[in-house]
């Protein structure tokens, strides 16, 4: 069974930076699309911001709008989630997902639903 593994979580203060990382235990693997999902304790697990490794094409929730980007690198097959301006509601675990299934609007894989492999999650602390 394949898994995502995170990286790069960790400390920060508010208005400050963290990079996220997420790459297959197999290098061989691929998906669709891949997203990053973020959970509070407490709270359901939501969708962040995507991008659909055939082309780039990207989606991402309003909350992180202007402050994360998302960015995929086919040659070390490696996904990164550079997030500036941190808040302190940003603060959450943070779970790369990737999906298999293609789907023509890339707001559908804001669905938790449609993702098949999941990683084990990174902690992310926004505090001064």
């Known amino acids: 069974q394949v898994q995502l593994v995170e990286s790069g979580g960790g400390l920060a203060q508010p208005g400050g930076s963290l990079r996220l990382s997420c790459a297959p235990s197999?290098?061989?693997?691929?998906?669709?699309?891949v997203a990053w999902f973020r959970q509070s304790p407490g709270k359901e697990r939501n969708f962040v911001r995507g991008?659909?490794?055939?082309?780039?094409?990207?989606h991402y929730a309003d909350s992180v709008k202007g402050r994360f980007s998302i960015s995929r690198d086919k040659t070390t097959n490696t996904m990164s989630l550079p997030m500036n301006t941190l808040k302190r509601e940003d603060t959450a675990v943070y779970y790369c997902?990737?999906?298999?299934?293609?789907?023509?609007?890339?707001?559908?894989?804001?669905?938790?639903?449609?993702?098949?492999?999941w990683g084990q999650g990174t902690q992310v602390t926004v505090s001064s």
């Open positions: 197999r290098r061989s693997f691929s998906s669709n699309f």
């Open positions: 991008i659909r490794w055939s082309n780039g094409e990207t």
């Open positions: 997902a990737g999906a298999v299934r293609e789907y023509y609007h890339v707001s559908m894989y804001s669905r938790r639903q449609m993702y098949h492999f």
